[in-house]
């Protein structure tokens, strides 16, 4: 079992439209929950981080914890073209690094 | 605040040959990290550095790996006798973290591609 999973895609939805990313995590110890973008050729960019379960809204975007489900979702409201990328996953391991999931492919059809 | 820098942003290099990246982080951060990501994955860690001290390095990486962060500023990344499997992009990040405390929220540098042929 991976530590971080993350459904490949891709999900397309379509322009206006809500965009629902999800993650599992494998580490019941795992404190911190991170979401990056990355467009193609680009690094990561963070967009969001959840500490806390329950919801956690920044604009346009919504994370949203479970500790006792271990998983971790990315909301995406009125979904613009300019979200198409790729969407990372990631949560604090062992130690004080990250591990990432393998990224949803987001595509939004205008 | 200028964001995370890493030079150079492309290199080719030969099989055997020693490559080096350059990090500079965040001025006030002082928590300093190696990823590696090659295609369709998403960042695999190398090592990290609290200050100059490096904290932890992944059993996944080679001898032929090293770093460094000499005055707790930059960081450099060496790797020696590059091989083909070495080829991926190469990403520092930086945090501003208390010891002993969570990662942090890290910024990601731009990469360097790195492609052995």
């Known amino acids: 079992q991976k530590e971080v999973e993350q459904n490949s895609g891709p999900l397309s939805v379509p322009e206006g439209a809500i965009a629902s990313l999800n993650c599992t995590y494998s580490d019941r110890g795992s404190q911190s929950f991170f979401w990056y973008r990355q467009y193609s050729g680009k690094s990561p960019e963070l967009i969001m981080f959840?500490?806390?379960?329950g919801d956690k809204e920044d604009g346009r975007f919504t994370a949203q914890l479970n500790k006792a489900s271990q998983y971790v979702s990315l909301l995406i409201r009125d979904s613009q073209p300019s979200d198409s990328a790729t969407y990372l996953c990631a949560v604090n391991g062992r130690g004080n690094k990250l591990v990432f999931g393998a990224g949803t492919i987001l595509r939004v059809k205008s | 605040d200028t964001g995370v820098s890493q030079n150079p942003r492309h290199k080719i290099t030969k099989r055997g040959q020693n490559v080096t990246f350059r990090c500079d982080p965040i001025?006030?951060?002082?928590?300093l990290y190696w990823y590696r990501q090659t295609l369709g994955q998403g960042p695999e860690f190398l090592t990290y550095?609290?200050?100059?001290?490096?904290?932890?390095k992944s059993r996944l990486l080679s001898d032929r790996f090293s770093a460094e962060r000499p005055k707790g500023s930059f960081s450099t990344l060496e790797i020696q006798r590059t091989e083909q499997g070495d080829s991926a992009m190469y990403l520092c990040?930086?945090?501003?973290?208390?010891?002993?405390?969570?990662?942090?929220?890290?910024?990601f540098g731009p990469g360097t591609r790195l492609t052995v042929t």
């Open positions: 990040a930086s945090s501003l973290a208390k010891e002993g405390a969570e990662p942090g929220e890290q910024y």
């Open positions: 959840i500490y806390s379960n």
């Open positions: 550095f609290q200050n100059e001290a490096q904290l932890e």
């Open positions: 001025s006030e951060h002082n928590r």
